[in-house]
């Protein structure tokens, strides 16, 4: 833990007291979003103190050069940007003809900035005395609609408190904004129009390179003591932005207040030509409905997003405010309306590592959105890659693979790869396996195998295509091996025969066969198609065959254990605990080269091939990998202590499952890593789900059935979820002396609970 002002709270993330040093990590963890755009919690009013500016629209990236110091063949032309999109939140407020800025007023007292996440808004409120001597009250409430996903809105009022004021609001769009990431320092957007209609103000803005078209737009209300006031206002437009400015005068005790309507519409919805048009409309309409009406069908919204995904835990509020933080999160990232998005590693909170989509969704947030919604949100996700599946083997022709062998990308936006870290682009093949086990892992959940004939048998050809080219044979070893990669753990590059690499290759080349033979024999018209696509023959699937029966794993005799790659005991093996804490966290106190020569381990790594293949291995040899691999770990990584919270479990070793999983529940709210204020760790957290339903409350699908073994941690007096198992919701309740299930619906359901069958009825609990 590295902060500690986040107050504890079961619904809502609280901060009080006003200090500039937490200005930047405020802003990440109160971010808004709405699936299709979001934004960091940056004041309305101008802030002239450190701040990370950031407003964000899904699927508008813009190609940065890629900056090296010399040229690889092969290296991937571009580092894909999350775009920093045009500012429509902006309200310069002024008492008296003095600036409101937090940073140079005399004192700030009462500062209390609230993240509401039962319904969906951001607030904050303060008092404040100006240089002027104008001491005022100031509240502010914003969110962007999750019913309308272009929309955001924003109230903001102020108070004088001991004089009588004259406020001016100036409401304002500025398209002039840059990333704060960019290699060249380059300017991204190019302002195409500058326009107000009435009392309306649009910009109109094109990304260079992708040619996204956007349409940033606002409109005001101004109201004294809640009455709507009918007001002169006055505008300037320049080259990159349009302002508005309100005078009104207000006695002191009279509160003042500004309603702004704002947001984007895209051609990605819209026609590039009638952006202006459609703005319009969106802000007549909630005019029309008004700021109070809009806040009561956000709350609405979220009611029924929470009704099947929230997870209540009793007795342990730090616990409880970590999953929903997580939970909501994942629902401002992702919702599933639109399959040409995805699940950025920092959703809408941040610039960081750029690209749109990771093996993190294929690995850690599919189970997530199965559980939690339809199946066919989960199905778009899949979908996803499989319409880049073209682009995937661009991607591995690039670097010499033939045959339509499929190399999909380690950061992406449009297919393409487009991360330009060597050792992460072109070593980091072990996401190729995540593709195909969130295939596998979506049949064994839905039920729905239709998805492998019509779509998913011709990503795992592709995929095992690569790995039987990627192989080669040893002589020396009399095996296949595979050799310069990096796996999960990234603190170690360029190893050969990474075994969580390796095993996944073999599974995916056996699991592609297998599926081959079930289409086969059952889905002929499909089977054909994807022969006669392909071009796939006996005599290369008996290639693959001898390449996935004899590929080399690492193991050594005296541990009795798998090892990470080739030569690992090579190294000076020392429990982290034996380290002195000043060197943590060692990803920013030691040189790249130190830890590389280190056996520390930034994230599961063989432990992540046993957490996705819980059923080839036993509990024996899982607890002797775990008591060998954990010791080693600094969980550096975002997406490490999720998959050992739910091993700790697996081995009944409930205060340690129970550490780790606070830790990722609340990795960004007390800052483990000591980076929460470039962005939150978005796709980490489905993790946080899956350590409470997978960990604690054992969960798995085993021969079409659901199967749970629930634990409770020690300081819990009981915690429930829901999930949505092929159409039927199960909600699981877990106290210290049984468990209860409530099946929703009209069909009974078989489940198996800690190795015995029991049958649920519908509407029906039954206690275990």
């Known amino acids: 833990m590295n902060q500690d002002y986040i107050k504890p709270d079961e619904w809502s993330i609280v901060e009080e007291g006003f200090d500039p040093g937490r200005v930047k990590s405020s802003e990440s963890l109160f971010s808004i979003g709405n699936g299709a755009m979001g934004q960091r919690a940056n004041f309305e009013e101008q802030y002239s103190g450190p701040s990370f500016q950031g407003s964000y629209i899904g699927g508008v990236y813009y190609p940065d050069k890629t900056k090296v110091g010399w040229w690889k063949n092969g290296y991937p032309e571009y580092f894909a940007k999350v775009l920093n999109a045009p500012n429509w939140i902006g309200i310069n407020v002024f008492v008296n003809e003095e600036p409101l800025d937090l940073h140079n007023c005399r004192e700030v007292k009462n500062f209390r900035r609230e993240l509401n996440m039962k319904e969906g808004w951001h607030a904050r409120t303060f008092e404040t005395e100006l240089p002027n001597g104008v001491l005022v009250e100031v509240k502010a409430l914003r969110f962007v609609s999750i019913v309308d996903n272009e929309l955001g809105s924003i109230k903001f009022e102020i108070t004088p408190l001991n004089q009588d004021a004259e406020i001016r609001f100036d409401p304002y769009l500025d398209g002039s904004i840059t990333n704060t990431d960019a290699n060249w320092e380059e300017r991204f957007w190019e302002t195409l129009e500058v326009k107000k209609e009435a009392d309306k103000g649009f910009i109109v803005s094109k990304t260079l390179k992708t040619g996204f078209h956007v349409g940033t737009y606002m409109q005001s209300e101004i109201l004294l003591n809640d009455e709507k006031q009918d007001l002169g206002m006055e505008s300037k437009e320049d080259e990159d932005r349009i302002s508005f400015s309100y005078k009104l005068k207000a006695k002191k005790g009279e509160t003042a207040a500004i309603v702004k309507y704002a947001g984007y519409v895209t051609d990605m919805n819209h026609d590039q030509n009638d952006l202006i048009s459609a703005a319009s409309k969106v802000l007549d309409k909630a005019s029309d409905l008004g700021f109070g009406e809009l806040k009561a069908q956000q709350k609405e919204a979220w009611s029924k997003i929470w009704e099947m995904s929230d997870i209540t835990i009793s007795g342990d509020v730090a616990a409880q405010q970590g999953i929903r933080f997580n939970i909501f999160q994942l629902n401002q990232t992702y919702l599933g309306e639109d399959d040409r998005l995805n699940i950025g590693p920092k959703g809408f909170t941040g610039e960081k590592y750029g690209g749109s989509t990771y093996w993190d969704t294929e690995a850690y947030c599919i189970p997530f959105y199965m559980a939690t919604k339809d199946s066919k949100v989960a199905r778009k996700l899949l979908t996803y890659r499989y319409n880049q599946l073209e682009k995937a083997q661009e991607n591995a022709k690039k670097l010499g693979f033939s045959n339509g062998a499929a190399l999909y990308p380690m950061v992406t936006m449009n297919g393409e790869e487009s991360h330009n870290e060597w050792e992460i682009t072109f070593e980091e093949i072990h996401r190729n396996g995540a593709m195909v086990f969130a295939i596998y892992n979506y049949v064994r959940y839905t039920g729905d195998f239709s998805y492998i004939p019509e779509k998913g048998l011709e990503v795992m050809i592709a995929i095992a295509r690569f790995w039987h080219q990627r192989a080669n044979f040893s002589k020396s070893k009399n095996k296949y091996v595979i050799l310069g990669v990096t796996g999960p753990n990234e603190y170690e590059n360029n190893v050969n025969n990474n075994w969580y690499t390796n095993y996944i290759a073999k599974w995916c080349i056996n699991y592609c066969i297998k599926m081959i033979d079930k289409v086969k024999d059952g889905y002929g018209d499909d089977y054909d198609r994807v022969m006669g696509l392909t071009h796939l023959n006996e005599g290369e699937i008996a290639n693959w065959e001898e390449v996935a029966d004899n590929l080399y794993m690492p193991y050594s005799e005296d541990y009795g254990v798998f090892l990470q790659q080739d030569g690992f005991l090579d190294k000076e093996i020392i429990p982290v605990e034996d380290?002195?804490?000043?060197?943590?966290?060692?990803?920013?106190?030691?040189?790249?080269?130190?830890?590389?020569?280190?056996?520390?381990?930034?994230?599961?790594?063989?432990?992540?091939?046993?957490?996705?293949?819980?059923?080839?291995?036993?509990?024996?040899?899982?607890?002797?990998?775990?008591?060998?691999?954990?010791?080693?770990?600094?969980?550096?990584?975002?997406?490490?202590?999720?998959?050992?919270?739910?091993?700790?479990?697996?081995?009944?070793?409930?205060?340690?499952?129970?550490?780790?999983?606070?830790?990722?529940?609340?990795?960004?709210?007390?800052?483990?890593?000591?980076?929460?204020?470039?962005?939150?760790?978005?796709?980490?957290?489905?993790?946080?789900?899956?350590?409470?339903?997978?960990?604690?409350?054992?969960?798995?699908?085993?021969?079409?059935?659901?199967?749970?073994?629930?634990?409770?941690?020690?300081?819990?007096?009981?915690?429930?979820?829901?999930?949505?198992?092929?159409?039927?919701?199960?909600?699981?309740?877990?106290?210290?002396?049984?468990?209860?299930?409530?099946?929703?619906?009209?069909?009974?359901l078989d489940i198996v609970i800690n190795g015995k069958e029991i049958t649920v009825e519908p509407n029906s609990p039954v206690s275990v």
């Not at 091939?609 to 080693?632: A, I, N, T």
């Open 579 to 748: 380290m002195d804490k000043k060197h943590r966290p060692i990803n920013q106190k030691w040189s790249w080269d130190r830890i590389l020569r280190s056996c520390y381990i930034k994230q599961a790594d063989v432990l992540q091939g046993f957490y996705f293949f819980e059923d080839h291995f036993s509990k024996e040899e899982l607890e002797k990998h775990f008591d060998f691999y954990e010791p080693l770990t600094v969980h550096e990584s975002s997406l490490s202590p999720c998959v050992h919270s739910i091993q700790a479990a697996v081995l009944g070793r409930m205060q340690q499952a129970y550490n780790f999983y606070l830790r990722t529940s609340r990795l960004d709210l007390d800052d483990y890593n000591k980076e929460v204020e470039q962005g939150c760790h978005i796709t980490s957290m489905a993790g946080t789900w899956m350590s409470i339903v997978e960990g604690f409350g054992g969960m798995r699908v085993v021969e079409d059935q659901l199967n749970f073994s629930p634990q409770i941690p020690e300081n819990w007096s009981g915690y429930s979820f829901k999930v949505n198992f092929r159409e039927r919701i199960v909600k699981v309740t877990v106290t210290k002396d049984k468990t209860d299930f409530n099946l929703e619906g009209e069909e009974p």
